[in-house]
C-alpha cells in the first residue's frame, strides 16, 4: 500500500503530459497495472503513468518520469524491466509525419514506444514502434488504418526473449501491436523486423513464448462494424508454431461455455504443467484451468454490494519465486 503522494512527489508534474496526473490518477485513483515482483519483493507498476518502483515495505524506491508508460511490465533474467510508453514531443522521424493537434495545439497521435530499463529505473533503450516500422519498410501499415488514425499501433505487450533458440534469440522481442492485429518478433541490436505475425487473431493481447518454437497469443476476437462500434466474439487462446507456420486454439470450448469475452485487455499465463491462468478483465473474472480446459476455480473481483470491478492485469507468481520471497517475509518478521 504506497504512499500516493510520495510518488506524486518524484514526479515532475509541471511537465504537458503530467500536468492533470493528480486531477486524473488522485490518490483513491492510482492503481498498479501489471505489477512485476522481483525476488527481493519489490513491485514495479505504473497506473498510465510514470513508472514506479517500491519494496516489501511499500516504500517508494524511485520513480521514472520520463515518459506516461503503459500497460505490460515484464522482467528478463538479470531483472531489466520492459515496459511500453509514448512519446511526447514525437520522436524525430515521427515528426516528419505527424504534428500536434491544429485546433488544441495538443498532441494528438499515440507514438508507442519500446522501454528497457535497468533495476534502478534507468532506460538503457528506448525507441518508437513508429520509427521501426518505417524504417523496417511498413510505412504503409501506420496510415492506412483509417478507424485508428491518432493510434494506429496501440502497443501493449513487450515480452522479452530469455534464450537463443532455432526461430528467435536472446535480446529479441515479441510486440503485441492491437490496433495493427499484429504480433512482430523485433531485434533491438540490430533495429530488424525478424517476423510478422497477422492472420487468426484480430485486436489481441499478451504475447507470451511457450517454448523453442511456439508462442501464445490472447485473442480478443473484436471486429469494427460500419458503426464503428467494437463487436466481440468469444475470445481465444491462439498458439502460432514457427516450425509449421501455422495456427492453432487451445480450451476453445471452455471460453465459449463460461463466456470468456473481455473486449479490452485480457491475458493467459501457462504454467509448467500445461495449466492456465486466463484473466477475463472486463467481466472481472479470472479463471484457473487445467492443462486439459477444466476449470478448477474462478475468482469474480467484486465488492460488498457485489458489484464487478475490472482487473488489471494478474500475475503468476512462480514457485521458484515465492519461495525466496517467504525467505524475505521472514526476516522481516525476525
Do not use: C
Not at 513508472?51 to 524511485?62: A, G, Q
Not at 522521424?93 to 528497457?116: A, H, P, Q
Not at 486454439?249 to 479490452?264: A, Y
Not at 458489484?307 to 494478474?314: G, P
Amino acid at each position: 500500500m504506497p504512499d500516493i503522494e510520495k510518488i506524486y512527489e518524484k514526479i515532475d508534474l509541471s511537465k504537458d503530459e503530467f500536468i492533470n496526473l493528480k486531477r486524473d490518477l488522485g490518490v483513491n485513483r492510482f492503481y498498479m497495472w501489471h505489477p512485476s515482483i522481483t525476488n527481493m519483493g519489490e513491485l514495479i507498476f505504473q497506473s498510465s503513468s510514470p513508472l514506479v518502483k517500491i519494496d516489501f515495505n511499500s516504500n517508494v524506491v524511485w520513480v521514472n518520469d520520463e515518459d506516461t508508460f503503459h500497460h505490460s511490465t515484464n522482467l528478463d533474467d538479470e531483472e531489466n524491466i520492459y515496459v511500453p510508453s509514448q512519446y511526447r514531443p514525437y520522436s524525430k522521424l515521427v515528426s516528419n509525419y505527424v504534428g500536434l493537434n491544429n485546433r488544441t495545439e495538443k498532441y494528438n497521435f499515440s507514438d508507442d514506444v519500446i522501454n528497457i530499463l535497468d533495476k534502478n529505473g534507468k532506460i538503457l533503450f528506448s525507441k518508437s514502434v513508429t520509427e521501426i516500422l518505417i524504417e523496417n519498410g511498413h510505412l504503409n501499415r501506420i496510415f492506412s488504418q483509417q478507424s485508428h488514425k491518432t493510434d494506429p499501433i496501440h502497443l501493449n505487450d513487450i515480452q522479452p526473449v530469455l534464450k537463443d533458440t532455432k526461430y528467435f534469440k536472446k535480446g529479441d522481442v515479441f510486440l503485441s501491436l492491437r490496433n495493427l492485429s499484429m504480433v512482430i518478433l523485433y531485434r533491438p541490436s540490430t533495429n530488424k523486423i525478424i517476423k510478422i505475425i497477422e492472420g487468426e487473431f484480430y485486436n489481441q493481447h499478451d504475447v507470451d513464448i511457450i517454448d523453442d518454437k511456439r508462442i501464445s497469443i490472447f485473442n480478443n476476437n473484436v471486429f469494427l462494424n460500419y458503426k464503428n462500434e467494437r463487436i466481440v466474439k468469444n475470445n481465444e487462446i491462439i498458439i502460432y508454431d514457427f516450425e509449421t507456420n501455422s495456427f492453432s486454439k487451445k480450451f476453445e470450448k471452455t471460453f465459449v461455455e463460461n463466456k470468456i469475452n473481455t473486449d479490452e485487455h485480457g491475458l493467459v499465463d501457462f504454467l509448467q504443467d500445461g495449466s492456465a491462468i486466463v484473466e477475463d478483465r472486463n467481466n472481472g473474472r479470472i479463471f484457473y484451468l487445467s492443462s486439459e480446459g477444466e476449470v478448477i476455480w474462478i475468482f469474480n473481483n467484486l465488492n460488498s454490494k457485489k458489484q464487478i470491478y475490472n482487473l488489471w492485469w494478474s500475475r503468476i507468481i512462480s514457485s521458484e519465486k515465492s519461495k525466496e520471497l517467504r525467505k524475505i517475509i521472514k526476516e522481516i518478521k525476525k
